[in-house]
């Protein structure tokens, strides 16, 4: 009984993705097996084959973020973070972006795997006009000997200086090892 619940979520993301996939298409194939393989009590082994089935659809996607968001102090690791009540900084006060991306390239080299990537920054006022902007702000380099699908990014930005207003971050992520982009923006006030 306790693999029935198991075996059912795996059949029917098996139904999802199947419906959405072609034949040829992996992660729709991922779901059979992880489902029989649940139900003879190979609870590993079907981990396993749904972790390729997401990681195929991890490699053909895009790159996108799960999250972006301010948050009050630097984070203790992936999804420990405390996000902050409000947009609304003090001048000189330092903002700490959290950030998890997704879908960007590993790549095996020396029996590891290997991720980078490489973010730009733009600063804009209410208006839309850019008060500031730095390629190459920030470096995400991960090495690892799984192709990680829990990461996170932090940006630390010190914006001391700037007068009292409303503005915008972006920040755009290049991938590195794949041709990937992905941008976010944070509206938030210096008051």
Same mark, same amino acid.
């Given at each position: 009984? !306790?693999? &029935? ?5 795996? =059949? ?6 199947? @419906? +959405?996939?072609s034949?040829?298409d ?11 393989? &649940?139900?003879?009590? #190979? ?6 084959s ?10 053909e @996607? ?11 102090d630097?984070p203790?690791?992936?999804?420990? /973070? $405390?996000?902050?009540?409000?947009t609304?900084?003090?001048? @000189?006060? #330092?903002?700490?972006? /959290? ?5 960007? !390239?590993?790549? $095996? ?5 290997h &991720?980078?990537?490489v ?8 208006? @839309?006009?850019?008060? &500031?902007? %730095? ?9 690892s000997?799984? %192709? $990680? ?6 940006? +630390? ?5 700037a007068?009292?207003?409303? /503005?915008? =971050?972006?920040?755009?992520f290049?991938? %590195?090892?794949?041709?990937?982009s992905? #941008? ?6 210096? !008051?």
């Amino acid at each position: 009984m !306790k693999h &029935a619940a198991l075996v059912v979520a795996l =059949v029917l993301l098996g139904a999802g993705l199947a @419906g +959405t996939a072609s034949a040829e298409d992996a992660p729709a194939q991922g779901a059979a097996p992880a489902a029989s393989e &649940a139900e003879a009590a #190979k609870n590993l082994e079907a981990l396993e084959s749904m972790r390729k089935a997401r990681l195929k659809v991890w490699d053909e @996607g895009p790159l996108l973020f799960r999250r972006a968001l301010f948050v009050a102090d630097s984070p203790g690791g992936f999804g420990i /973070y $405390n996000a902050r009540p409000d947009t609304v900084f003090k001048p @000189g006060e #330092k903002l700490v972006i /959290y950030a998890e991306p997704v879908g960007f !390239k590993w790549q $095996n080299k020396d029996g590891l795997e290997h &991720a980078l990537l490489v973010a730009d920054l733009v600063l804009r006022a209410e208006d @839309g006009n850019v008060v &500031a902007s %730095q390629e190459s702000f920030g470096e995400f380099r991960f090495d690892s000997h799984e %192709q $990680n699908m829990e990461v996170m990014a932090v940006l +630390t930005i010190d914006f001391t200086g700037a007068p009292p207003g409303k /503005y915008v =971050v972006e920040c755009t992520f290049r991938d %590195q090892m794949g041709d990937k982009s992905a #941008k976010f923006a944070l509206p938030f006030e210096i !008051k």
